[in-house]
Structure formats: C-alpha cells, structure tokens
C-alpha cells in the first residue's frame, strides 16, 4: 500500500516537472510578452523606449531564453517561492489566495447542491424505472446535459436581468457585489448570496444531470445481482431494498467520482466566471492569460495539475479504503 | 468486446438470415426511436450544410452573364471559387443590380433568401428592398426570418451557414484525434513494456494541462486563428481520452487466442494490429468519438463565444453568441444559436448513446 502510493507519487513529480516544462515553453512562445502586451494595451504612446524594455527584461528575467528561465522558475518553486505576477505587481500565493474563495464558494455551494439533489433523484429514478413520469424525468435530465453553460448562462441572464428588469425576479448581471458600502456583514452576505445565484445554477445543473445519470445506471446495475433478489425474497421492502442493500452497494464509485471533483473544487470554471465576472481562479487564470502574466500562469497551471494527479490519487486511494475487494498491490 | 466475432457467429448458426456483427448493430440501433431521432438531425445538418449557399446568400445559384452560365454561389465554399469576370466587372458583391445593369439579357436563380452571412444587406440592393436594420432593432420578420445582429448581418444566413463550421470542426478535429489516439493507444497496448510507459506518461501529461491553457496557447502561437487551425487545434488536443481506451482495449484483446494464432502462422505485428485487433476493438471506441464530435462543437463554439475564434466576419454559431454578450436585449442573438448547438450536441449525444446500447454486448445479455 505504502509502496504503491509511494511510486504513484513519484511518477507524479515526473508528470508535474514535464508538464510544467512543457506549459512554460508554450506560453512563452505565444507573441507578446507581459510588458508589450499590458502597455500597448492601456495606450500606444505610452510604449516603453527600447532601453527601458531592455532593462525591464532583465529585471524579471524574460532577457533569458526560456527553458533557462524555467529552470529558474523550478528552483524558486522548489524554494516554495511562485514568484510575482508581472501585469499585477503582487506575489502570485497572495493573487491566487484572493482568488480562492469567491471560486470555492461556487463550486462548494454547487457540488453540495448537486449531492443534495442527485441522489434523491438517482433513487427516484431506479425506483420508478420504466414508468412515464421516470422517461420523463430521465429526458429532461439527458436534455440538460445537453445545454452548453454559456448558452444557459446567457438565457438566464437574458431572462433574469433584462427582461425581468425592474420586478422582484430582477437578479445581478455580474460581479460579486454591488459595490455598495454594507452596514452590516449580513447585508453583505445578502448581496453576495443575489450575485451567487445565476452562476450557481450554470456550475449546477450540468453536473446534477451527470450525477443523476450515473447513479440511476449504478443502480440499475446493482438491482440486478442476486443478493437484492434475495433480499426481497425474505421480504424486504422496496424502499430498504433500494436503499439500504442496493444503495449502499452504489457508493463505492460514487466516492471515487468525489476525488475525481476535487480539481473541479478548486479550479473554478473559466467561462462561467468569465460570463458573470465572478472574481475566481478560472478569471484570474483566463486574465493571466490574456496579459502573458507568466508567473500566474505557471503558478496556476501547477496547482491545477496537482490537484488533477492528487485527484486521481485520492480516487484511488478512497476506492481501496471503501472496497476490501481492491487491493493496490 | 470479448469477440463480436463469436457473438454474430453464433448468431449465424441460430437464424437463416446471418448479419455482420455491425449489421447486428445496425438493426439494434433502429430499434431506438431516439437515437435514430439524433442521427435523422445529424442527416439534416448535412444536407443544411452542403446547400447553405443556394439556402440563404446574395450571389445567384446559377446565371447567364454575357452568354456564359456561371455558378457564382459557389463563391461561399472558397473565395477562389468565384468567376473572375465578376470581380473584373467591377461587381463588389452586388449581383442584382449589377447584372441587370451591364447585361440586360441575363438571367439568374436566386438563394431561397436573400441575405448574407458575412454582410448586411444595403438599401434597395435587392429591388424595392429595405437595408438590414442594424443595432438592436434587427427582430426576427419576413426579411430577416431570426433577426440581424447590431452590425445588420442576418442572423438567419449566418445560422446556415454557421452549420457547415459546425459540422466540420465536429468531423475534422475529431477525425484528426482518432487518428492520433488510435495509432498511440494500439500501440502502447500492443506493445506494452517501456514503449506503453512512454505513450502513458505523454498521454496523462496531456490530459492534466488544462485544456484552455493548451488550446489557448496553440491558438495564440498559429495566430490569426482560421477555422482550420481550429480544427487541428481540437484535434491535437482531444485525442488522450481516445488513447486510453484503445490501449485499454488491445491490453484485453492482444492475449486472446485469435491473436496468437494470428503471431503463430507469421502475422507481422502491423498486420495483426491493423486487421486483426482494430476490427474488434473498433466499437467502444466509436462511442467517446461520436461523444468527442459534440464536445469539439461546443468548444469551438465556445472558444468564438470568448472571442478566441476566427476573426470577424464569421459565420460561427460562437460568433452570434459573442455578439449577444454585449447586447443582452437582443434576445434572438442567444435564443437561435443557442438552440443549434443544443439541438446539435444532443444529437450527437443521442447517436453516440444508441452506438453504445447497440455495440456494447454486456448491455445487450443484461437485457435478456
């Protein structure tokens, strides 16, 4: 077991180092660079003199070839130091640590939701298989599935804020506040809460029509063994069939689908932050982009694949600890 | 697939009728009344996409200009395609009034609707006709069936002709990663060893690089991003799911007897690869490729939507999606496009589900 986990992890900083090469190498061949992009940007007679360009080169070290200045970028990591975000002159644990928690109450908020309304489903689903009112239900969820977020988050906000302009449905188009001074941190919270829901229900319904899916077919599979034969032979009811032998017998990939979540926890979604300018780590990301911002690239770009590969670790991992079957050697 | 082969083999000696292990499929993917529903509206799509310039544009299907028969719609699938004596009459995209002016004996099929995906049409450029309305007064009506966007460009045109993107990103960039994840994936199944840890490795190096940061950066480094360098974009990008399930695939399948048979009387391992093991393990992976066409839509129309696709003019359904971000009152913006890549991911997503149900045979003994 500690063996297993112990080669998982080194393989990991193997994928990290070449994935971390391989995204330095791209981004800085993307044209531009942070300080001809951010000027030319905000005005063109501003444009810096050569001689100053130069000497800003060198000062954040883009005078070096790249895979140079990824090993410099390496060893500072390794120092446990991400650098400083060029475009925003600040350090990038300080950008990304103010970025975390408008992305985590999102996504936080989504998952939960999702739980709290998936498995009821899922079960309401298996219990009724094959009747109307379970196709019904089961289209509608397969339907939603289908429906790009943009799209949604579009309809919602043409719904929402332009139409339903001025009544008591009117909800914010963007942003996390108003703007508004709060007296009180309950007004605040108020006025987050109105801000959080439209991209709550984007980030919601796609994956409440994944989940919902997923154990209505785990289910489905389970309802066929033997032992809920069985279990109804002795004569089990059908809700503590369903949910007490059959149910139980579904967790087991549903935990590893929990470790699989956990990028998705913290990585926030770049388009549905972008559409509503929520201030998370996708707009962060898709910003940094945009300015050639390397150090927040790199810094993100690391912490996203760490949670990928620690994702699947855990995945693994919790799928052992919850199935004596699986054994990790 | 422990052998579709012995399945339909077996079949074979039961019914007088014998059916090729995709026949079988075939008919079982018929019996589904929803997947046939999304292959009918991939079938529409097609035909949608094909005559999108005799359906809606401003140059004629067919005339007779100076006694010659031109094709000038034509001009839509290339901009070489369009006759140079056009362009040496001084016509600039105007045909109507131009035609009648310098020849009055021609003559000439118009597109069923008179408008264009990449240009509003102007006052009277069709005889007695009004000029797009342009800004937010563009609603849907009899001249402009689903609006125009603020620059006056109907939203109609754009919407057919948006359909050939739409269908070429899905088949190109999908057709570009199946390629590139089969060849890997068979290879690293069949050879295993430290050539399967080599493809493993760059495999899930690809898979955890944040796909926006990958595709972005590609887009960026190509510039000036047609919808070509889309494509290929996508396709390089897309194929590590594709990978993995053919490595999978061949992992089960290479130590079946069949291939040892196949190694004893001499099969070259390109041989047993190419007819042997792909035949067989070709089904489950027809079904993330058919999922994988849907996802390269939405990201393509995604991507236009961020504006990271091609330039305008455009006729991507992303483009009109990204016109509506910034005007939220025109609801026909959102309301069309949005309903065409709904309708078209669903239906992707339909097929891919019926293939599966059809091809998968553990699914098909649970129903026994």
Not at chain 1, 287 to 303: A, C, K, Q
């Amino acid at each position: 077991m500690i063996h297993h986990v112990l080669r998982r992890l080194a393989l990991g900083l193997v994928t990290l180092f070449l994935i971390s090469f391989l995204v330095y190498g791209l981004i800085r061949s993307i044209p531009g660079t942070p300080l001809t992009v951010a000027v030319a940007q905000t005005d063109p007679s501003r444009r810096l003199n050569p001689a100053d360009l130069e000497r800003m080169k060198a000062a954040y070290g883009l005078d070096k070839p790249w895979y140079q200045a990824y090993f410099i970028w390496l060893s500072n990591v390794a120092r446990g130091d991400l650098g400083r975000s060029i475009s925003r002159k600040a350090p990038v644990t300080q950008l990304i640590g103010e970025r975390i928690g408008p992305t985590l109450a999102l996504s936080a908020g989504s998952m939960l939701l999702t739980w709290a309304l998936s498995i009821p489903l899922g079960l309401y689903a298996a219990a009724r298989s094959g009747r109307p009112d379970e196709r019904a239900v089961s289209l509608g969820l397969y339907m939603l599935y289908s429906v790009p977020t943009f799209v949604a988050a579009l309809a919602l906000q043409v719904v929402f804020s332009v139409w339903a302009e001025g009544t008591a449905w009117e909800l914010p188009l963007f942003g996390m506040t108003s703007g508004l001074p709060h007296t009180t941190s309950l007004g605040w919270l108020a006025d987050v809460a109105r801000h959080a829901i439209l991209p709550l229900v984007c980030m919601t319904y796609v994956s409440l029509a994944w989940y919902t899916r997923f154990i209505n077919t785990n289910l489905q599979e389970v309802l066929r063994q033997d032992y809920i034969r069985t279990a109804r032979a002795k004569g089990a009811g059908p809700i503590r069939v369903l949910v007490h032998h059959a149910f139980r017998n579904t967790l087991i990939p549903l935990v590893t689908m929990l470790g699989l979540s956990l990028p998705a926890l913290l990585g926030g979604s770049v388009i549905i932050e972008q559409i509503f300018t929520w201030p998370g780590m996708g707009r962060l990301f898709f910003e940094s982009l945009r300015e050639r911002d390397y150090p927040t690239i790199m810094g993100l770009t690391l912490l996203f694949s760490l949670l990928t590969l620690a994702g699947q670790l855990l995945a693994d991992l919790l799928y052992a600890w919850v199935d004596p079957r699986v054994s990790m050697e | 697939m422990t052998g579709g082969q012995p399945t339909a083999d077996n079949r074979r000696a039961a019914t007088p009728s014998p059916r090729g292990f995709w026949g079988e499929a075939w008919a079982r993917f018929q019996r589904m009344p929803l997947a046939m529903a999304g292959l009918v509206f991939v079938g529409l799509m097609a035909v949608v996409a094909l005559l999108a310039p005799a359906i809606a544009g401003t140059k004629p299907i067919v005339c007779r200009y100076k006694g010659q028969i031109y094709f000038p719609c034509l001009a839509y699938y290339g901009r070489s395609l369009e006759p140079v004596v056009f362009s040496q009459d001084k016509f600039r995209g105007e045909y109507p009034r131009n035609l009648r002016e310098k020849d009055p004996e021609s003559w000439a099929v118009w597109p069923l609707v008179f408008q264009d995906p990449y240009r509003a049409v102007r006052p009277d450029e069709w005889p007695g006709r009004p000029g797009n309305p342009a800004r937010d007064q563009g609603r849907p009506g009899r001249l402009n069936l689903m609006g125009t966007n603020q620059n006056g460009v109907d939203v109609f045109a754009k919407m057919v002709h948006g359909t050939l993107v739409a269908l070429l990103v899905g088949f190109v960039s999908m057709g570009i990663a199946a390629t590139i994840g089969v060849t890997v994936g068979s290879l690293a199944g069949y050879f295993g060893g430290w050539v399967d840890a080599v493809i493993s490795r760059i495999t899930e190096v690809v898979m955890c690089i944040p796909t926006l940061v990958l595709i972005l950066a590609l887009l960026a480094i190509v510039e000036k991003p047609t919808i070509w360098k889309m494509m290929a974009v996508l396709g390089l990008t897309g194929w590590p799911g594709i990978s993995r399930l053919m490595r999978a695939e061949l992992l089960r399948l290479r130590s079946a007897e069949f291939v040892t048979a196949a190694r004893a009387v001499g099969a070259s391992p390109g041989r047993i690869i190419l007819r042997h093991l792909l035949p067989n393990a070709l089904a489950p992976v027809m079904v993330p490729i058919t999922f994988g066409i849907a996802a390269a839509i939405l990201t393509e129309s995604g991507l236009s939507f961020l504006g990271f696709g091609q330039p305008p003019p455009s006729a991507s359904w992303g483009s009109l999606l990204n016109d509506a971000r910034s005007n939220l009152k025109m609801w026909w913006l959102v309301f069309f496009p949005g309903a065409a890549i709904f309708l078209t991911v669903l239906a992707f997503n339909l097929v891919g589900e019926g293939l599966q149900k059809a091809t998968d045979p553990r699914l098909r003994e649970a129903r026994k």
